[in-house]
């Protein structure tokens, strides 16, 4: 189910229904090539960041650190549809990640696991689209990586894990 983890300190959240990266990955899934963009926008920090994506044109955009209203009045100037697994609060706002996409979703679901040295949450949302009549299961991941081991990113990809093992893809 995507509404279920495991882990004590993983936080989810559910919702359902519509609701420097120039060259972008192109999978071949669909009748026609479907085209991924995927960032850490480092809280749109970089001039022309939000100019840069919008020029880009992708299918689907995973974004990490994204800002709250800076993913919003990207989609909003898309005309696109955007979900968003909140993170960590900064001083520029909630920080999180967005999967930004031309279809419309058919469920959301997001979760944290906190990471153990910095104490901030990251942020797993994963969102279930119906594109040509066939299901896509998109996960976009804040990783941990403040940390002294690895069990705790352990922990987050487990989570994914489990997840992906339950999924019955149609």
């Known amino acids: 189910s995507l509404n279920s983890t495991s882990?004590?300190?993983a936080a989810i959240t559910t919702?359902?229904?519509p609701s420097t990266p120039p060259n972008s990955p192109s999978i071949e899934t669909f009748d026609r090539a479907l085209t991924v963009l995927v960032w850490n926008t480092y809280k749109?920090?970089?001039?022309?960041?939000?100019?840069?994506?919008s020029e880009n044109k992708s299918d689907l955009?995973?974004?990490?650190e994204s800002v709250a209203n800076f993913h919003e009045s990207l989609a909003?100037?898309?005309?696109?549809?955007a979900q968003f697994g909140p993170g960590y609060l900064s001083s520029v706002g909630q920080t999180g990640v967005a999967t930004l996409s031309k279809f419309a979703?058919?469920?959301?679901?997001s979760w944290q696991h906190e990471e153990p040295w910095l104490k901030s949450p990251k942020a797993t949302l994963v969102t279930l689209y119906r594109i040509e009549g066939r299901h896509l299961l998109t996960i976009n991941v804040h990783s941990i990586n403040f940390t002294l081991?690895?069990?705790?990113?352990?922990?987050q990809l487990a989570s994914v894990s489990q997840l992906l093992e339950s999924y019955e893809g149609r």
């Open 7 to 9: 882990g004590a300190d």
């Open 15 to 17: 919702q359902s229904g």
């Open 149 to 155: 081991s690895t069990e705790a990113w352990q922990a």
């Open 76 to 81: 909003s100037r898309l005309n696109i549809h």
């Open 105 to 109: 979703p058919l469920t959301v679901c």
């Open 44 to 53: 749109f920090r970089s001039p022309g960041a939000i100019d840069l994506i």
């Open 61 to 64: 955009i995973l974004l990490q």
